[in-house]
T-cell receptor, first 115, second 117 residues
Framework: NAGVTQTPKFHILKTGQSMTLQCAQD?????MSWYRQDPGMGLRLIYY??????TDKEVPNGYNVSRLNTEDFPLRLVSAAPSQTSVYLC???????????????FGPGTRLTVL | AQSVAQPEDQVNVAEGNPLTVKCTYS??????LFWYVQYPNRGLQFLLK??????LVKGSYGFEAEFNKSQTSFHLKKPSALVSDSALYFC???????????????FGGGTRVLVKP
């Protein structure tokens, strides 16, 4: 098992550009989520998906996701802003109904800089 | 709304000494509590969790945590710290099963642990 994989590891964007961060998992997990990690702020949830075909957002602007299948959960920055400079972490776990109370598995992260 | 506080930005400890990383939480109902560790340039790794039962939970790498409901705390402990324990530690909470909530975690700000030889 590769677990949760994320690409790219690093990227630099200019303000206003768009980009898609890739996340994939091979553990057949129903639940997937995106967090951003900023110094002193911990991790903050951006988007989550309880199953393929469903998504819900926590942060109102600047991001978009899709969940076309179980494995992939890409995060799109629509028009990048310097405030979106961060480390983005993708996570997956079994859904509540299938495996209650299970921990989330995290990918290695994508370090994104918006100039 | 749920929240997690890690009051110490950094904890310094000598190798071989006990290590404690503090965490307090606020959540409605009985919480699910987690500790994660992040080693340099790596993703978060699960250490341990409290769901129900014994208040003392044992996890990976010799770590344990004690759930204290009256103090709403879930402090992480290790009896004898190693230099390799130097990392960033995160406490996280989620409320009991609520269908719409999925598996959303709320994280604390993190505590950097530095273990000196």
């Amino acid at each position: 098992n590769a677990g949760v994989t994320q690409t790219p590891k690093f990227h630099i964007l200019k303000t206003g550009q768009s980009m898609t961060l890739q996340c994939a998992q091979d553990m057949n997990h129903g639940y997937m989520s995106w967090y951003r990690q900023d110094p002193g702020m911990g991790l903050r949830l951006i988007y989550y998906s309880a199953a393929a075909g469903t998504t819900d957002k926590e942060v109102p602007n600047g991001y978009n996701v899709s969940r076309l299948n179980t494995e992939d959960f890409p995060l799109r920055l629509v028009s990048a802003a310097p405030s979106q400079t961060s480390v983005y972490l993708c996570a997956s776990s079994y859904p509540e109904q299938g495996r209650v109370r299970n921990e989330q598995f995290f990918g290695p992260g994508t370090r994104l800089t918006v100039l | 709304a749920q929240s997690v506080a890690q009051p110490e930005d950094q904890v310094n400890v000598a190798e071989g000494n006990p290590l404690t990383v503090k965490c307090t939480y606020s959540v409605s109902g009985n919480p699910y509590l987690f500790w994660y560790v992040q080693y340099p340039n790596r993703g978060l790794q699960f250490l341990l969790k409290y769901i129900t039962g014994d208040n003392l939970v044992k996890g990976s790498y010799g770590f344990e945590a004690e759930f204290n409901k009256s103090q709403t705390s879930f402090h992480l402990k290790k009896p004898s710290a190693l230099v390799s324990d130097s990392a960033l530690y995160f406490c996280a909470v989620r409320p009991p099963f609520v269908k719409a909530a999925g598996n959303k975690l709320t994280f604390g700000g993190g505590t950097r642990v530095l273990v000196k030889p």
